[in-house]
């Protein structure tokens, strides 16, 4: 969130009005006697704001003598007052061109350039001002504000703290040093000028709101957020606080609290660009893909030039399967901002899926080239060189992530299998790596297109046994999308889902065909779960375990007598279980049968058949099992 822009205290009027020393040298610069006492009228009617009285001596004055200094530069000020900033310009303009011996006329001057829009006209006569009086309290005041308002920083900050040195009290001045100091990324100052301003102004909420800020940038997340609720006590109704709010107790996982927060930040303001984000994110992550699209939509309308605007926009169109408008925000990401890591990572995700690994391999380079120690960014690398079969370049990478993460389980788990360990199981970190990053629609999508045609078969094969009744609950083992368990609807009056990955529950919650969905292993929620099931399905699940031993005992604990299982391996023609080249296992049928039995489930139905009618999958298992007690 930018900080706010509004000063307190550094646009004022100027001091004549405050202070009688300037009535006195407008007395001593006086024609005549006359003119002397007439301006005091004037100036008095000016100051109680008499302003149609002041304008008449004025008037009276310069009719007299048209040439006046102190009767124009006077009449100047009202005309300013009264929003006639032409003809202020001119009469201010006019009494210097009489008498250019003041800082204060100088400093009007700059005033009715600032209104007139000509801020490096205005700047100088500010200049002019501090030239003639360098302690003038007003012209160090608006030169300063000006200065800040074009990011001279190092000048406001000088102009300020000059007249601090006159005016210590005033906290308006505290406030906009500090955000001076802000701007200029010297944050230690900027924290001490606003504590200043809330202890000589304890409502100043704009100060609260930057004292929030300052503490969020160094991560001081509770501390920003009671600075925030404190601006908010102050001023309710503050979108840009509320908006600050929000991205802290998101920050937070405050997730409530931060949709309310931003939702009222969008009440006030619509417009308001980081609440939008906030709303974006929160929609994101609770896999509201489309809702997070139609409020990046609105982002890159308010910040068509923000890169991470385009780079959130992709995520959702990548989650979406909306492959093509992905890669073109990603690019539009890296137009506005060439070395966007973030940007270069995605798009080497999605060629890698798309199987251009050519174009991967050089995108996952160009991540590292410009953040050379991203665990993503080599983890991806590492597995597309192993995919090619360059797998001395595979284990150098995994290798690089050990020695900067010796306990990252994707880097253990490749770098072991490239190097031909012994493994009996795949890790639950690295089965998440696989899934959650995955579209809506990819499971389904890749089924189709390798033709996956272990549904359809195994059915036929059920379909060839006695006649099996619907039972009340059946279970789906690593249930992904829910694509498979479509196909077996009938069998169960109530269907549980379980999977690991976020991303698979939300797809199969989608469908709306489960009556429940844990996420959660497999092996956890066997032994933790306490209701029974009359039929499971292990559809495409096994190649992630090595030892089934363990699986069928878990199994056995939540079957019914005579509960049947469903399930599909792939083929291994010698020894128990081994990982191939794809990190996946294979089974041999007398290994598989073996700890079936162990655990009480009878073969019914075994066949070998091809798993799908591409060469993608090998040849695998088809068996149906019954539970017989154990």
Not at 54 to 60: H, K, T, W
Not at 302 to 326: S, T, Y
Not at 405 to 431: C, M, N, Q, W
Request: hydrophobic content about 40%; overall charge negative.
């Amino acid at each position: 969130m930018a900080d706010s822009k509004i000063h307190l205290g550094t646009t004022r009027v100027p001091e004549l009005f405050v202070q009688g020393a300037h009535i006195d040298y407008f007395q001593e610069e006086a024609n005549v006697a006359g003119t002397k006492n007439a301006l005091a009228i004037g100036i008095e009617h000016h100051k109680a704001g008499r302003l149609e009285l002041a304008n008449n001596v004025y008037d009276e004055i310069l009719e007299e003598f048209p040439d006046d200094f102190n009767a124009l530069h006077l009449m100047g000020l009202l005309k300013y007052q009264g929003g006639e900033i032409d003809k202020a310009h001119e009469l201010i303009k006019k009494s210097l061109e009489i008498n250019s011996r003041h800082a204060t006329v100088y400093s009007s001057l700059g005033l009715t350039l600032l209104a007139l829009e000509d801020k490096a006209a205005a700047f100088q006569a500010f200049g002019k001002a501090l030239q003639i009086d360098p302690n003038h309290i007003d012209a160090l005041v608006q030169r300063g504000s000006l200065a800040q308002d074009m990011d001279d920083h190092s000048v406001a900050i000088q102009c300020f703290e000059r007249v601090l040195n006159f005016t210590p009290q005033d906290a308006g001045i505290w406030f906009s040093v500090g955000l001076s100091y802000q701007r200029s990324s010297r944050y230690g100052d900027a924290s001490n000028c606003y504590q200043k301003c809330v202890e000589l102004a304890p409502e100043s909420a704009l100060a609260w709101n930057n004292i929030g800020n300052l503490y969020r940038m160094t991560g001081e997340l509770q501390e920003a957020k009671v600075a925030y609720q404190r601006c908010l006590e102050i001023v309710p109704h503050f979108p840009e606080a509320l908006a600050n709010l929000s991205t802290v107790q998101l920050d937070l996982h405050e997730i409530n609290s931060a949709y309310d927060s931003a939702t009222k930040a969008l009440e006030l303001e619509p417009t308001l660009a980081p609440a939008v984000r906030v709303l974006t994110h929160l929609e994101f992550e609770r896999g509201n893909f489309s809702q997070a699209l139609q409020w990046t939509s609105r982002s890159r309308e308010l910040e068509p030039d923000n890169p991470d605007v385009h780079l959130e926009c992709g995520q959702i169109f990548e989650k979406l399967n909306r492959i093509e408008e992905a890669i073109s925000s990603f690019s539009k990401t890296l137009e506005i901002q060439p070395l966007n890591p973030s940007a270069h990572l995605h798009l080497a995700m999605i060629y890698s899926r798309m199987q251009d690994y050519r174009e991967a391999k050089r995108c996952f380079e160009t991540t590292l080239k410009i953040q050379p120690d991203m665990v993503s960014a080599l983890e991806g690398l590492g597995s597309l060189h192993r995919i090619l079969g360059e797998n001395q370049e595979a284990l150098q990478v995994f290798q690089k992530i050990l020695s900067q993460a010796p306990r990252d389980p994707v880097a253990k788990f490749e770098t072991s299998a490239l190097r031909g360990e012994f493994l009996s199981s795949i890790p639950l970190e690295y089965v998440r790596y696989l899934f959650d990053p995955l579209p809506i629609g990819f499971e389904e999508e890749s089924y189709k297109q390798i033709q996956f045609l272990v549904p359809q078969k195994i059915l036929a094969e059920f379909q060839k046994l006695p006649p099996f009744d619907a039972v009340e609950a059946a279970l789906d083992l690593g249930c992904g999308s829910g694509y498979s368990a479509l196909s077996f609807k009938g069998l169960a009056r109530k269907w549980i889902g379980v999977d690991l990955s976020l991303t698979m529950v939300r797809e199969a919650a989608a469908r709306e065909f489960y009556k429940r969905i844990e996420q959660t292993d497999i092996l956890s929620f066997l032994t933790q779960e306490t209701s029974s099931f009359g039929l499971f399905l292990a559809l495409n699940v096994l190649p992630y375990f090595g030892d089934l031993k363990p699986v069928f005992k878990a199994l056995s604990r939540r079957a019914i007598l005579k509960a049947r299982l469903l399930l599909s391996a792939r083929a291994l023609n010698e020894g128990d279980f081994k990982l191939g080249a794809d990190l996946r296992f294979s089974h041999s049928l007398n290994y598989l049968l073996s700890c079936a039995q162990d655990s009480g489930w009878k073969p019914l139905s075994k066949i070998e058949a091809e798993l799908s009618q591409t060469e993608i999958l090998d040849r695998g298992h088809l068996v149906i099992l019954e539970f017989q007690g154990s």
